[in-house]
Each structure stands twice: as C-alpha cells, then as structure tokens.
C-alpha cells in the first residue's frame, strides 16, 4: 500500500480527501491565533509543569479538557474530525503491514490525543536561528494541521523534523499525537510478534511507555 511505503522510505506523507471540512481547519488556525495574541488569557495558563492537562509554553493541551474560552468549541469539534482520520490511518497502517485492520487500534495506539499547538512570531534573524531544533515525535502517529506559511522541514528516511524561523508571520501549527503514555505510563510495548521471523529479528527491547519517555526526555 502507498501509505507503507511513504511511512517506511519517507516517514511523512501528505493526507488528500480526509474529510475534514476547510472552515473547521480555518476556525482552529484562528483560535490558536486568538489565544496566542490575548496575553492575559495566555498567562493563566503559563506553566512548565508537563502534569498539567492545560498549560502554555508554546501551547499545550489535551483534549476534552480544554477551557480556554477563545478557542476552546473550535478546537473539540476539530479533534472530533480527527479522532476519525486517525481511525482511518491506524487501520491503513495494520493493513498495509498485513495485520487485522483493527490491530493497532486493539493494541490501544490512538488511547492517547494530545495537542501541541505552535505560535511563531516573526523572527528578525531568521537565518541565525530555528523556531524548532530537530527532533522527532515520542508517539505512535502524529497529524499536522499547518497554516498558509510552510515552515516545516523533514530529514529523509527518519522521521527527524525541525521548524525553521521566518521574518514573517505569525505562523501557525496544531500537532495531534495519537499515543499511550498519558494514560497508560506502565504499560509494555513490545515488537509486534506477528511481523517477526528468523530472518527478522526484533531491533529494540520491551520498554514500558514511562521508560521510553524518560530516554526521550533526557
């Protein structure tokens, strides 16, 4: 299937005819902005406590707790279109590795649906720095919904990505991570025992989702 082959030769790929309606993207853009330039409602929720279900650093949230008025209805019906999509992505996924279609939906890798919503001001030196260093995601999948000012940049084959800065802007992006660890810290995930042979080996350990977060995190 396509979508194998993009995961395992470029680890991103471009989602056409998902469904989700242009105005619920465009509304979701225009709270994260809102949010971003009402700095009162912003400093509520400043914080760099990561047990915190809503809290600002950039942004962070996690749906269906959220409570920030200028954003918060637009942000839950997005999140319900998303919950869809990545339904339909996780099942591809199975397919395409040749398991069940509901097999990585069993193994609960969409439990988890957290929001990093990104604000960039423009930066005046763009070339001197990075709005984000090079990283790559701690969860299963990762949906992004961007605004109309490329800024991402990809590492082919890894899924390493950074964002780089821009002279203008504001520019604007939602991440949805679909992962367990919110929920599930001491669960083990192991190599799926289905897709093993002799020939293919597993290439990492059994690692609970805290431990795993922890080795990121450092």
Not at 129 to 150: E, N, R
Not at 167 to 176: D, F, K, L, T, Y
Not at 191 to 202: A, C, G, M, V, Y
């Amino acid at each position: 299937m396509e979508i194998t082959y993009a995961i395992e030769i470029w680890g991103f790929f471009q989602v056409v005819n998902h469904g989700i309606p242009q105005e619920i993207m465009d509304l979701t853009i225009e709270g994260i902005r809102r949010f971003n330039e009402e700095p009162e409602m912003k400093m509520k929720f400043y914080s760099r406590d990561t047990m915190k279900s809503v809290r600002s650093v950039h942004f962070t949230c996690i749906c269906l707790v959220l409570m920030l008025s200028s954003c918060r209805d637009i942000v839950l019906q997005y999140s319900e279109h998303i919950k869809k999509l990545g339904q339909v992505l996780f099942r591809l996924i199975s397919m395409g590795l040749g398991l069940p279609p509901h097999y990585l939906e069993d193994m609960e890798c969409n439990r988890g649906h957290t929001f990093f919503c990104h604000y960039y001001p423009p930066c005046p030196e763009p070339k001197r720095t990075v709005g984000h260093g090079k990283h790559s995601d701690p969860d299963f999948l990762t949906v992004l919904l961007q605004d109309h000012i490329a800024h991402l940049q990809c590492k082919l084959k890894s899924a390493q990505h950074r964002v780089i800065a821009k002279c203008i802007g504001p520019r604007i992006s939602v991440a949805c991570f679909f992962t367990a660890y919110v929920q599930a810290s001491k669960e083990i995930y192991d190599p799926i025992k289905e897709l093993l042979t002799d020939e293919i080996p597993p290439l990492y350990k059994e690692p609970s989702v805290e431990d795993y977060i922890d080795s990121f995190t450092r």
